[in-house]
Every structure is written in structure tokens, then in C-alpha cells.
């Protein structure tokens, strides 16, 4: 059975950082592209951050570039989100996201989410 | 960025009615568009791929169709378990983008 389970959010005050943490299981992880997707409170769902499955390609939203860096350990089946200089704006359930076809880019598999909530 | 948008935001209806929900692109995506159902508290969850194909373990009821910058979303007889909210993403170019969702909600 496929598995992702978030974890790491918590309550963080503005300028701080967060590391993310995704731990995969029931699939050959290493052969999958992974996206972590935030939602903030009573708000839709928009896309943070991709990876591909080696980990030598990554892309980021506009609006976390520079201060998110996403990453993987294939050997730990785990996929990360560093996140520094939080904003409030950055409050957000996150979820990690198994892209099903790479041709295609649909998510098949979501985590359950972390909530990260940005405040003083 | 290609900006998806659906409609209606929300609506009711009651079990048993066919629903269709409209989902639009801002330019054409060919077939390369999803629809995941979404409820309070939970990830969302894989209905619909590549405009018409049905993740597996979706019931058939759910029914997706449309291509270029014009699709919907059909459920031909709604059942109390799929009162949630429903978003469109396209993923026809980077970055994947999602609609604003519609809330399917009990007349």
C-alpha cells in the first residue's frame, strides 16, 4: 500500500525555519517525481515546489523561491522541505504529492498533511 | 502561468440529482487536466486523469470529459459520500496549476 506521511509543522514565528520531512513507503520511491502542495486556511490548493526522482532537477514557486529548497534521501525514501525566512503568508497545510505519470503530471498519492502556521 | 477556472463556486443538490461541474483554462491544455475530490480535513484524492480517464477504485458515476480549454466533471447520480469540494488542475505546462474548487454541498 502506498504511503506518505508528512511530518515537522508546527507553530513558527516570521524569519524563522521549518524542515519538512516526507517518508514514502510501498513503492519504489526512488523512480517517482515528488511536488509538495500547500493550502492555506479555507483556501484552494497551490503547487510550492517539484522534484524529479533523482533529485538533480527542482522548481519552485515565484513566491518561495529563494528561501524554500525542496529535497530527497532515495536511500531513505524520504522527500524534505527547507524553509526559511517564513512569512505569515507562508501559513499553510503542506502536503507531499506522488506525481502517477511524469508525462502528465497528475498527483495519485497524497500525504495526510503538516500544518505550518506562521505567526508571533 | 495558465489560470484555471471553475464554476460554479458552489451548489447544492440533493442526493441522486446528476451534477456537472464546468472547469476552464486560460489557453489550451490539449486532454492534460485532473479533477481530485477534496473533503473537510483530508488530502485530496485522484477522481479523474488526462481529462477522461478514471483512477482506478473511482466509482463509474464520475465521469470526466473535454479537451483544449473547456471541460467538465459529471457525476450522473450524486451519493451522499461525494459532498466535498472538487478541484481542476492542468498539467499540460509547469507550473501545474489548480481552479478555485466547487463545493458540491446537501440541498
Known amino acids: 500500500e502506498v504511503q506518505l506521511v508528512e511530518s515537522g509543522g508546527g507553530l513558527v514565528q516570521p524569519g524563522g525555519s521549518l524542515r519538512l520531512s516526507c517518508a514514502a513507503s510501498g513503492f519504489t520511491f526512488s523512480s517517482y517525481w515528488m511536488y509538495w502542495v500547500r493550502q492555506a486556511p479555507g483556501k484552494g490548493l497551490v503547487w510550492v515546489s517539484r522534484?524529479?526522482?533523482?533529485?538533480?532537477?527542482?522548481r519552485y514557486a515565484d513566491s518561495v523561491k529563494g528561501r524554500f529548497t525542496i529535497s530527497r534521501d532515495n536511500a531513505k525514501n524520504t522527500l524534505y522541505l527547507q524553509m526559511n525566512s517564513l512569512r505569515a503568508e507562508d501559513t499553510a497545510v503542506y502536503y507531499c504529492?506522488?506525481?502517477?505519470?511524469?508525462?502528465?503530471?497528475?498527483?495519485?498519492?497524497w500525504g495526510q498533511g503538516t500544518l505550518v502556521t506562521v505567526s508571533s | 502561468d495558465i489560470q484555471m477556472t471553475q464554476s460554479p463556486s458552489s451548489l447544492s443538490a440533493s442526493v441522486g440529482d446528476r451534477v456537472t461541474l464546468t472547469c476552464r483554462a486560460s489557453q489550451s491544455i490539449s486532454s492534460y487536466l485532473n479533477w481530485y475530490q477534496q473533503k473537510p480535513g483530508k488530502a485530496p484524492k485522484l477522481l479523474i486523469y488526462t481529462a477522461s480517464t478514471l483512477e482506478s477504485g473511482v466509482p463509474s458515476r464520475f465521469r470526466g470529459s473535454g479537451s483544449g480549454t473547456d471541460f467538465t466533471l459529471t457525476i450522473s447520480s450524486l451519493q451522499p459520500e461525494d459532498f466535498a469540494t472538487y478541484y481542476c488542475?492542468?498539467?499540460?505546462?509547469?507550473?501545474?496549476?489548480f481552479g478555485q474548487g466547487t463545493k458540491v454541498e446537501i440541498k
Open positions: 504529492a506522488r506525481v502517477g505519470n511524469d508525462q502528465a503530471d497528475y498527483f495519485d498519492y
Open positions: 522534484i524529479n526522482s533523482d533529485g538533480s532537477s527542482t
Open positions: 488542475q492542468q498539467s499540460y505546462s509547469t507550473p501545474p496549476t
